[in-house]
């Protein structure tokens, strides 16, 4: 995913300040893409210098101005030629987790379990704000309510993954580290 066709997206549905967009792309992409503001903020600059966006000061009472952001028709044609290009057909999952799990069989099997727990609890907890939040997709048209669903089922699907590798960790010997680099493939 490109942020800065998430941005010019998200400003499809409406004007936001950068921290509105960090917050939808964080509970809207969550399951598809991480985000930080180093790299919202100088994605609206150069957008803005490019002529994709505008921005302007609004003023607030008792607080600072919010710089609030629009899509131009200039943003909205490099959107669209994005919208209809070529995607990546690679399925890339990034998880900080699933790249340690690999090489949990060299650490502590007591530790390890533990951590496992700590990402079924959270994996449980987005779960329930993902159920929840399908109710809301319901009125929100097609595309985002599908992809509400396939969030919710690749929630479904870890967490019991999780739970499958877990039973299995704590029933192994502790003699099941590997001795050798073993060729990984998810084909």
Do not use: C
Not at 60 to 67: D, E, H, L, V
Not at 139 to 147: E, K, L, N, P, T
Request: proline share 3%.
């Amino acid at each position: 995913m490109s942020v800065r066709h998430a941005i010019l997206g998200l400003l499809h549905y409406q004007d936001m300040h950068g921290y509105r967009i960090k917050r939808h792309m964080e509970q809207h992409f969550g399951n598809m893409w991480s985000i930080n503001y180093g790299q919202i903020y100088p994605n609206l600059k150069k957008m803005e210098e490019e002529g994709l966006v505008t921005k302007k000061e609004v003023a607030r009472s008792g607080t600072p101005s919010r710089k609030l952001y629009s899509i131009t028709p200039a943003g909205k044609e490099v959107f669209s030629q994005w919208l209809v290009s070529d995607p990546q057909g690679t399925m890339l999952l990034r998880d900080p987790f699933l790249l340690r799990f690999v090489f949990f069989g060299f650490g502590s099997k007591d530790r390890t379990l533990g951590l496992v727990d700590e990402q079924i609890r959270s994996y449980e907890t987005q779960l329930e704000k993902r159920r929840e939040n399908m109710r809301r997709r319901q009125r929100q048209g097609i595309y985002v309510r599908q992809m509400g669903e396939l969030g919710l089922l690749l929630n479904e699907m870890i967490l019991e993954w999780l739970k499958r590798s877990r039973k299995e960790i704590a029933e192994s010997s502790d003699g099941d580290i590997p001795t050798e680099l073993m060729e990984l493939s998810l084909d």
